[in-house]
Nanobody, 128 residues
Framework: QVQLVESGGGLVQPGDSLRLSCTTS????????IGWFRQAPGKEREGVSC?????????YYPESIKGRFIISRDNSKNTVYLQMNSLKPEDSAVYYC????????????????????WGQGTQVTVSS
């Protein structure tokens, strides 16, 4: 089974930062658009962010995270990151790394059925 491995979640206070990482030893992520979803209790999974392969263009979907979250990739480490700053309680969720068999993200939407591989999820809890 293909394994995408997320790490970096944890329990933090409002205003703190976390950096999530996504990697795999099984194939080269550089080829593909890579993104992040999140799912809070009682809510549907939503697309958060995505980064293109070839040109590295980035996309952010919920208005609530724009200006606070940054997606990036380090191809030498075969790793994609989600830097989350100024965290709020409403950011609390399980965050999932996602691989799309495409070089490009979609502009304006990011849906579950666009994803080909999922990570196992990492818990982010923001609470005082």
């Amino acid at each position: 089974q293909v394994q995408l491995v997320e790490s970096g979640g944890g329990l933090v206070q409002p205003g703190d930062s976390l950096r999530l990482s996504c990697t795999t030893s099984e194939f080269t992520l550089e080829t593909y658009a890579i993104g992040w979803f999140r799912q809070a209790p009682g809510k549907e999974r939503e697309g958060v962010s995505c980064i293109n392969s070839i040109d590295g263009r980035t996309y952010y979907y919920p208005e609530s995270i724009k200006g606070r979250f940054i997606i990036s990739r380090d191809n030498s480490k075969n790793t994609v990151y989600l830097q989350m700053n100024s965290l709020k309680p409403e950011d609390s969720a399980v965050y999932y790394c996602a691989v799309e068999f495409s070089a490009y993200c979609n502009d304006g939407h990011y849906y579950d059925d666009e994803v080909d591989y999922w990570g196992q999820g990492t818990q982010v809890t923001v609470s005082s």
